[in-house]
Structures are given as structure tokens and as C-alpha cells.
T-cell receptor
Framework: DAKTTQPNSMESNEEEPVHLPCNHS???????IHWYRQLPSQGPEYVIH???SNVNNRMASLAIAEDRKSSTLILHRATLRDAAVYYCILRAHRTALIFGKGTTLSVSS | DGGITQSPKYLFRKEGQNVTLSCEQNLNHDAMYWYRQDPGQGLRLIYYSQIVNDFQKGDIAEGYSVSREKKESFPLTVTSAQKNPTAFYLCASSISAGGKGQETQYFGPGTRLLVL
């Protein structure tokens, strides 16, 4: 399975945009890029996913590099409730998700 | 409301005891999964089931057993053979287990297992 690399932690201020990077230089052409987040003591929550084109939904935006070797999850206006561990995951035909350690996002008021 | 329920929220196990964690979903999903999470780590796959009466081992299946007799239910038993069971256990489901990789997984709230 292709591997992803994320920073261990990031900090943000409330109401500011947050850009969470993810490197996946060994991504294959059929790998979807998924993002999940996990709040403390809760199960992970789906955020967004994409294949080649940038994607937007009510939670976030996903910007995918043209060569697909990196992607960025964008939270347009961080709130205190966005403080969580964010996981970038590549998924092809494998049935289950492979989680790394993710990025711990801290949001300050 | 549709979703995944796990019970209990906290579970205590004595040495040599088997314990069973419950997972129920009313999303009409075919696929269900069990993950284990240790402090500060990502999730690791224990078992998954693509359809009723069928299940497959994940990366860390030793010391665990599952059954899938009903579409809605996928209980996990932590046996006495699992020597380090203290962890956060998460159940998930998805519409199907195949496809091209775009399926979303929905997670339950988790069960925290502690050894007495």
C-alpha cells in the first residue's frame, strides 16, 4: 500500500484558514485520497475524498497536486470544534483503511 | 437516526477472561470492520466482513474472534490469548467492501477495554 506523510502537529487560530498537507509520492493511478478526522475519545469521521480534481464539501476542500504526489486539506475557517487528529489515507481496492499517526490540529481562540 | 452503535462504552476484563464487544448498524451496509487503537497511534485492522457469514483476518487478528450471523451485527470477542488487550476498539461499516476505493467508512463511538 502506498504511504502518506503528514506533519505530526499544526496550530491555528480560530476563524483563520488551515492548510493541512499530505505527501504521497508513491500514489498509484487508482488510489483515492481520503481524509478522516478523529476528535478526542471518539471514532474517526469522514471529511472528504478525491481522485484527481479538487473537491469541495460543507466541511472542507481538498486540493490535489497535478502530479497527485501531494494534497492539502483546507478548512476555510477553523473553529475550536475542528481541533482533532486529521488522517490522510490512500485507498484503492483494499477493503479497509490504513491509518498512520495523522496530524494533530490545535485551534486557539 | 441511522448509524453505528457500540456497547459498552467501557469494559473491564479480568486475566484469562473472554469478553465480547457489541457492534450494530442500521445503515444497511454490507461491509463491517473492527479496528484497534493504542494511545497516540493510528487505527489497526483486526477483522473485516464483506457479507453475512463471511469474514477475513486483518493485520492483528491473533487473540480475537468475530462472527457475522446477521447483516446488522458484527461482535468482536477478545480472548484470553490476547495478552495486551487494553485499547480503544472501533467498529465501522461501509456500503460495500469492493468497488474502486471511493467508499466511505462510518465509525461507531468506540469501546475502551481495560484489564483489571
Amino acid at each position: 500500500d502506498a504511504k502518506t506523510t503528514q506533519p505530526n502537529s499544526m496550530e491555528s487560530n480560530e476563524e483563520e484558514p488551515v492548510h493541512l498537507p499530505c505527501n504521497h509520492s508513491t500514489i498509484s493511478g487508482t488510489d483515492y485520497i481520503h481524509w478522516y478526522r478523529q476528535l478526542p475519545s471518539q471514532g474517526p469521521e469522514y471529511v472528504i475524498h478525491g481522485l484527481t480534481s479538487n473537491v469541495n464539501n460543507r466541511m472542507a476542500s481538498l486540493a490535489i497536486a497535478e502530479d497527485r504526489k501531494s494534497s492539502t486539506l483546507i478548512l476555510h475557517r477553523a473553529t475550536l470544534r475542528d481541533a482533532a487528529v486529521y488522517y490522510c489515507i490512500l485507498r484503492a481496492h483494499r477493503t479497509a483503511l490504513i491509518f498512520g499517526k495523522g496530524t494533530t490540529l490545535s485551534v486557539s481562540s | 437516526d441511522g448509524g453505528i452503535t457500540q456497547s459498552p462504552k467501557y469494559l473491564f476484563r479480568k486475566e484469562g477472561q473472554n469478553v465480547t464487544l457489541s457492534c450494530e448498524q442500521n445503515l444497511n451496509h454490507d461491509a463491517m470492520y473492527w479496528y484497534r487503537q493504542d494511545p497516540g497511534q493510528g487505527l489497526r485492522l483486526i477483522y473485516y466482513s464483506q457479507i453475512v457469514n463471511d469474514f477475513q483476518k486483518g493485520d492483528i487478528a491473533e487473540g480475537y474472534s468475530v462472527s457475522r450471523e446477521k447483516k446488522e451485527s458484527f461482535p468482536l470477542t477478545v480472548t484470553s490469548a490476547q495478552k495486551n488487550p487494553t485499547a480503544f476498539y472501533l467498529c465501522a461499516s461501509s456500503i460495500s467492501a469492493g468497488g474502486k476505493g471511493q467508499e466511505t467508512q462510518y465509525f461507531g463511538p468506540g469501546t475502551r477495554l481495560l484489564v483489571l
